[in-house]
């Protein structure tokens, strides 16, 4: 998907059925155009949220997720990633 079209935004759930959203992570990262993302975890442990700001993962939000918090995160990681302000670029 990364390779066929623009992505703006993942959002990955931390517990899915083959990989886990951070796996996904990982893997993204192997592409240049790799976009930035957004992880719901059941969870939040100091152990994820450092293995996943370690990974440059925009925010990491406990679900159940607050639709609104969940809205103003991808406002504010669009905004942050298209005024060139995202983590070592430009």
Known sequence: MIQSGTIHVAVLDQRM????GLQ?????REFPSAPPT???ADHLTNHLLHEALGMKVFSVLSKPVD???LL??????????????????G
């Open 17 to 20: 059925p083959q990989l886990g």
């Open 38 to 40: 957004i992880l719901l």
């Open 72 to 89: 103003d995160s991808l406002a504010r990681v669009l905004r942050r990633y298209y005024e060139s302000r995202w983590p070592n670029e």
């Open 24 to 28: 996904v992570v990982k893997r993204m």
């Open 67 to 69: 639709f609104n918090l």
